[in-house]
């Protein structure tokens, strides 16, 4: 018998898009804690830039720096993959 993954797959471009602004960027703060095993925004802001010597947003759109992680953005077109990426860094 094949056994399926019954867990339940998130769009996150979808769920955020009502956030991002008129260019299509979203505030790191504005993605739920959740979506990063609930770490927190000085954390994931450093791995989207790679100030922290790993670059986890490499390819992929952002705007701004995690020195001032409060402000920092990512498009939301990327968002889906640096979540991805974010959770099978943290396994």
């Known amino acids: 018998m094949k ?10 471009k979808e769920k955020y898009s009502l956030k991002a602004d008129e260019n299509g960027y979203l505030r790191l703060g504005d993605v739920g804690r959740e979506e990063f095993g609930g770490r ?11 100030s922290e010597e790993i670059n986890l947003g490499e390819n992929l759109k952002y705007e ?12 939301i077109d990327d968002l889906d993959e640096f979540i991805k990426r974010i959770n099978q860094y943290y396994k």
């Not at 056994?3 to 996150?12: A, G, I, R, W, Y």
């Not at 927190?40 to 790679?50: E, H, M, R, T």
Request: net charge neutral; aromatic share 10%.
């Open 3 to 12: 056994k399926f993954n019954l867990e339940k797959l998130v769009d996150f």
């Open 64 to 75: 701004g720096n995690s020195g001032n992680y409060s402000d920092m953005k990512i498009h």
């Open 40 to 50: 927190q925004v000085k954390n994931i802001a450093s791995l989207l830039d790679g």
